[in-house]
């Protein structure tokens, strides 16, 4: 069955423009043309590991904003499986998402699953999360999946080192995703498929510039900085993204993976970065939480009970629209679903505004003033405490 949702923006400009630049940082306003359609930068990508975005439909997604989501191969593999996504017409048609996705390879899951895997130089093997099932995963296997998912952009498998780890180990990293990188490179795509590298390194700054100019040199579409938010120092995140930015292509996008709070992705945007994906929007939501401009608001607790406030003044998400945050409220603590629906709508809502301020600012030439405002309001973790 053919995807017949595809799009022809890619026929129509280069792959990646760079539209504007701020002169006072590394932060720029760009585009990004793909099969599924044209992608405004800085973006970030909902997290639809499993082929849908925790609570939200698709629909939900276009009327918060969402330019692109993220699916991940390896679950995707798992299940449903390659034959039952491929038979219904590809990732797009099977989840009645038409805009663009970016799978991730599975090389998080390198991580994440540590307990269930063994990494050699050939690839991964895991026992299966679900029911034990052996399934490798090298970088041929990692590329042929994403093939026959028809994503936009496919993700080269990486090996993701925890936090901490030894240098030797790190470096052991470093290598093997150097050269899984340089196989997947050479895989056959989907029509118009695009495919990243992605650089590892740990907290080792050598090495992150080493694997940086080792993947700058190997003709990928776009370069990611793996390997970040896994339990270091928040200091260290930061270094980790200025320890590879420098060294990747100018005229390609930076994407980096699973950050992360607002402020991180302002300072990673001011360091050069495109394009980001996490969590913690559907997460926080799944707990109770808000996301405002302010920072985070804890909807479930019981000063929320009978407050009749929206859950973020001046916003303009169906969420805030029509339901006070102790209705809200009620619902989270009698385990109703429009609760975290809701909740969740709203987060992806500010998340995507958030973008779109950025994007904004840079076409002003007020990317600073804007960061500069956004810090006179926002507390990440204790805004609950001072309302």
Not at 117 to 129: I, L, M, N, P, Q
Not at 355 to 368: P, S
């Amino acid at each position: 069955m053919p995807d017949t949702n595809r799009r022809t923006d890619e026929a129509s400009g280069p792959f990646f423009q760079v539209l504007a630049a701020d002169p006072r940082s590394a932060a720029r306003r760009g585009r990004l043309r793909l099969s599924h359609g044209t992608v405004e930068t800085p973006v970030f990508m909902p997290v639809g590991t499993q082929g849908t975005v925790k609570a939200l439909s698709p629909a939900d997604l276009e009327t918060a904003g969402a330019q692109m989501i993220l699916c991940n191969a390896y679950h995707l593999r798992v299940r449903p499986g390659m034959e039952v996504v491929e038979a219904l017409g590809g990732l797009h048609r099977f989840i009645n998402w038409t805009r663009p996705i970016l799978t991730d390879s599975g090389g998080y899951q390198v991580f994440s699953l540590s307990d269930r895997r063994t990494v050699t130089d050939a690839g991964v093997e895991f026992s299966s999360h679900v029911d034990g099932a052996r399934l490798f995963l090298g970088p041929v296997e990692a590329m042929e999946i994403q093939r026959r998912l028809a994503s936009d952009i496919a993700m080269v498998l990486d090996e993701c080192p925890p936090y901490p780890c030894e240098h030797d180990y790190a470096c052991q990293a470093v290598d093997r995703t150097l050269a899984w990188a340089a196989r997947c490179v050479e895989q056959e795509r989907a029509p118009g498929q695009k495919v990243f590298g992605i650089v590892q390194g740990g907290v080792h700054t050598e090495l992150r510039e080493r694997c940086a100019k080792a993947l700058s040199a190997m003709p990928f579409d776009g370069y990611a900085v793996g390997g970040v938010s896994v339990g270091e120092p928040e200091i260290l995140i930061a270094g980790g993204v200025s320890a590879c930015v420098g060294h990747l292509p100018f005229d390609k996008p930076r994407y980096l993976m699973g950050v992360g709070w607002m402020d991180q992705i302002l300072e990673a945007v001011a360091r050069g970065v495109d394009m980001f994906d996490c969590v913690i929007p559907t997460r926080l939501a799944r707990n109770g939480n808000a996301l405002t401009r302010s920072g985070r608001v804890c909807v479930k607790a019981g000063a929320r009970k009978s407050d009749p406030r929206p859950i973020e003044e001046g916003c303009d998400c169906a969420a805030c629209r029509g339901f006070s945050r102790a209705y809200i409220r009620h619902l989270l603590n009698v385990g109703e679903i429009l609760g975290v629906h809701l909740l969740t709508a709203h987060n992806v809502f500010r998340y995507m505004a958030f973008m779109a301020d950025i994007r904004a600012a840079l076409e002003r030439g007020q990317f600073e003033e804007f960061r500069r405002r956004f810090y006179q309001t926002y507390v990440r973790h204790n805004q609950e405490i001072h309302e």
